[in-house]
């Protein structure tokens, strides 16, 4: 356990000796948690902030990334199917929900996943998940190990919800949760926020950090022992989520390729998605701001967008290639975001507009660590209703909307 002295070093180290500002006030079992919290973070974090260390998303040479498209999975979906479904029965594809984000634009404040979105009956946004997964399951006639990347703030509800809905009837021995790890929040002078007087602001450090979070809490054990060779990561919002789908693993798998990515064709050359494409020929996600307005509007020579292409976090990667990037440093993302912080008065202040920074790993940068990815079509309105916001685009309404349409009862 870090004592005071020490601790008082590591903070003078990084210029952050305020945290220790109320310690004379605080109760003993308070100063000791104070300490450990000292203890758990890592502040080289904050190195990031400096000039010469920020990642400044310097980009190489883009070129479009064509797709395996709709009509080529339906002519080739037999003997997709066949690959992937021998794939998954052989217990070789495991699926990851990243569940650990704070899911600020929905404003709900349990885990996402809790989120009720029926009308006439319950219908959570982890039971649509599940239920998208049982269809594999049941269709292919083996359990999928589903590991569930949870955060600090919020594993224990998520775990006691999946416990007392009995994990909406997928078996639980398949079922593993992991904490992600957190990183320290900022202001705008560099300077790391206070929750209260005894607690240090931190939040999940970005969905980047799935695999390394996963190997920390030990799961790579898992993962091995059950000859999981493929992981489907997925985010939570999408309700419409296909996971472990036979097709898109047979696809992968018959592709040779080192990775997939489901894409959805952009509805417009302004819609704001990332949009997969080659960077000095590796597969790269590109930003809608990073393009320019010649690349948005590219065509090719049947008249399509070149950059065509907008993922939907639902990419499958290889475990022998992730283990062999564990040491690998993705970059770090600072993010300008709304923290709530206990003022020098010590008034709690929850600000109307973005008052720091955080620090943000990202899934997106992983794709561009693989020597390959096979882009893969998916139709939109099946596979495609994010919930991000309550009303408006990618809403709870939009969702509503996408599952009816979807013969799912709301
Ligand atoms: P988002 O980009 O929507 O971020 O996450 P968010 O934090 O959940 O939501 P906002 O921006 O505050 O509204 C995309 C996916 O990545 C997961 C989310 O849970 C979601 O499935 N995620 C995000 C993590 O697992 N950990 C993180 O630290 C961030």
Redesign the pocket.
């Known amino acids: 356990m870090l004592d005071l002295d020490s601790a008082k070093k590591i903070l003078a180290q990084y210029g952050q000796e305020h945290l220790l500002r109320y310690y004379d006030e605080l109760t003993e079992a308070e100063q000791k948690d104070l300490l450990s919290q000292i203890d758990l973070i890592d502040f080289s974090v904050l190195d990031n902030l400096k000039a010469e260390n920020r990642f400044t998303a310097q980009r190489g040479e883009f070129a479009p990334l064509g797709a395996v498209t709709i009509a080529d999975i339906a002519a080739n979906k037999d003997e997709y199917r066949k690959i992937g479904t021998e794939a998954i029965k052989a217990g070789k594809v495991g699926a990851v929900?990243?569940?650990?984000?704070?899911?600020?634009?929905?404003g709900f404040d349990k885990?996402?996943?809790m989120y009720n979105i029926g009308i006439t009956r319950d219908l959570y946004i982890f039971e649509c998940l599940i239920n998208n997964l049982m269809k594999v399951v049941k269709e292919v006639g083996a359990w999928v190990p589903l590991y569930i990347?949870?955060?600090e703030k919020n594993n224990n509800d998520t775990v006691s919800f999946f416990k007392e809905k009995n994990f909406f009837g997928y078996d639980p021995s398949y079922v593993r949760f992991f904490i992600?790890d957190m990183a320290p929040s900022v202001d705008f002078n560099g300077k790391v926020y206070m929750e209260s007087k005894s607690r240090i602001s931190i939040?999940?450090?970005?969905?980047?950090?799935?695999f390394s979070s996963l190997a920390r809490a030990g799961l790579l054990d898992d993962v091995k022992s059950r000859g999981v060779e493929w992981l489907n990561i997925?985010?939570?919002?999408?309700v419409l989520q296909q996971i472990a789908d036979p097709l898109f693993v047979g696809a992968v798998l018959k592709s040779g390729l080192q990775s997939g990515s489901k894409v959805v064709a952009k509805a417009d050359p302004e819609e704001r998605v990332g949009v997969l494409c080659l960077e000095d020929g590796k597969p790269s996600i590109v930003e809608y701001y990073e393009m320019t307005e010649e690349m948005r509007t590219l065509v090719d020579a049947n008249g399509e967008l070149s950059y065509k292409y907008g993922v939907i976090?639902n990419y499958l990667f290889n475990t022998a290639k992730l283990e062999s990037m564990l040491n690998d440093k993705l970059p770090v993302h600072i993010v300008d975001?709304k923290i709530p912080y206990m003022d020098e008065n010590g008034n709690d202040v929850k600000p109307e507009s973005p008052n720091g920074h955080k620090f943000?790993?990202l899934?997106l940068d992983m794709i561009h660590m693989q020597d390959s990815c096979l882009s893969y079509e998916v139709v939109r309105n099946r596979e495609f209703a994010?919930i991000?916001?309550p009303t408006g685009v990618d809403s709870v309404e939009s969702a509503r909307a996408l599952l009816e349409e979807n013969g799912v009862k709301l």
């Open positions: 929900l990243l569940a650990g984000g704070q899911g600020t634009r929905l885990p996402k996943g990347m949870t955060s992600q939040s999940p450090n970005g969905n980047g950090g799935w997925f985010a939570v919002d999408n976090l975001k943000e790993l899934v994010p991000k916001n």
